[in-house]
C-alpha cells in the first residue's frame, strides 16, 4: 500500500528557534497534501492543504507566516514552525492523496518546544 | 460550519463482545466518509464509503452509510485486545478543496 514519511518523528526544541517537519510520499506522486495538528486527546485539525506548485491553503486561525508550507515536488512537503513557543507543542501529521482520493497518513512528528 | 460528531466518546468491552461506533455529519458539498484506526501514532485507513446502503467489510469489522440520515456506523464483531484504539470518523467535503473534517474519535478499549 501507498507509504508516507515523516521526519523526524519526534523533536524538542528551545522557544524561539524554528522548526522543519518533513513529508514525503514514497511510493506514489502527491499532488495534494495535507498538514494536521493533534493535541492530547483531541482529534486531527486541519491546518493546511498543501498544493505542488503553488502556495498552501490555510484553515482559519492558522497563521500563515508562522506555519510556513513548501510543496516543492510530487513527493515532498514540509512545514517550518517559526519561533515555535510551547504552544507549539503538538503532534504534527501530514497525508497525501493518492490518484485515487484517498489519504494516507504519515507516522506523525511529537514537537516539544521547551 | 462543517460538523461531524462521534459517539459514544469512550466505551470499554470484554472481549468477544461485538461494538457498534456511530458517526453523525453535516458538511456541505459531501464527498466521501472514512474510517481511521488511530493507536499510538498516525491514523490508518479502514473504509471509505461513498454510497448509501453499501456495506464495505474487512474482516472482522464492517461500516455502512446512510447518505440520507447523514451518518455511518462501524461495527466489530469478536473484539480482540488488539481492536483497542481511538476510531475516528471523518467527512471529506467542499468543493476544490477536498479537506477531511475529523470527528472527536470514539476511544475503544478490549478487556480481556
Known amino acids: 500500500g501507498a507509504v508516507v514519511s515523516q521526519h523526524p518523528s519526534w523533536v524538542i526544541c528551545k522557544s524561539g528557534t524554528s522548526v522543519k517537519i518533513e513529508c514525503r510520499s514514497l511510493?506514489?506522486?502527491?499532488?495534494?497534501m495535507f498538514w494536521y495538528r493533534q493535541f492530547p486527546k483531541q482529534s486531527l485539525m486541519l491546518m493546511a492543504t498543501s498544493n505542488e506548485g503553488s502556495k498552501a491553503t490555510y484553515e482559519q486561525g492558522v497563521e500563515k507566516d508562522k506555519f510556513l508550507i513548501n510543496h516543492a515536488s510530487l513527493t515532498l512537503s514540509t512545514l517550518t514552525v517559526t519561533s515555535a513557543h510551547p504552544e507549539d507543542s503538538s503532534f504534527y501529521i501530514c497525508s497525501a492523496r493518492d490518484n485515487s482520493d484517498t489519504q494516507y497518513f504519515g507516522p506523525g512528528t511529537r514537537l516539544t518546544v521547551l | 460550519e462543517d460538523k461531524v460528531v462521534q459517539s459514544p466518546l469512550s466505551l470499554v468491552v470484554h472481549e468477544g463482545d461485538t461494538v457498534t461506533l456511530n458517526c453523525s455529519y453535516e458538511?456541505?458539498?459531501?464527498?466521501?466518509l472514512l474510517w481511521y484506526k488511530q493507536e499510538k501514532k498516525a491514523p490508518t485507513f479502514l473504509f471509505m464509503l461513498?454510497?448509501?446502503?453499501i456495506e464495505k467489510k474487512s474482516g472482522r469489522l464492517s461500516s455502512i452509510l446512510d447518505k440520507k440520515e447523514l451518518f455511518s456506523i462501524l461495527n466489530i464483531t469478536a473484539t480482540q485486545t488488539g481492536d483497542s484504539a481511538i476510531y475516528l470518523c471523518?467527512?471529506?467535503?467542499?468543493?476544490?478543496?477536498?479537506?477531511?473534517?475529523f470527528g472527536q474519535g470514539t476511544r475503544l478499549t478490549i478487556n480481556p
Open positions: 461513498t454510497s448509501s446502503g
Open positions: 511510493d506514489f506522486q502527491a499532488t495534494t
Open positions: 471523518a467527512v471529506e467535503a467542499g468543493g476544490g478543496a477536498q479537506k477531511l473534517v
Open positions: 458538511v456541505t458539498n459531501f464527498r466521501s
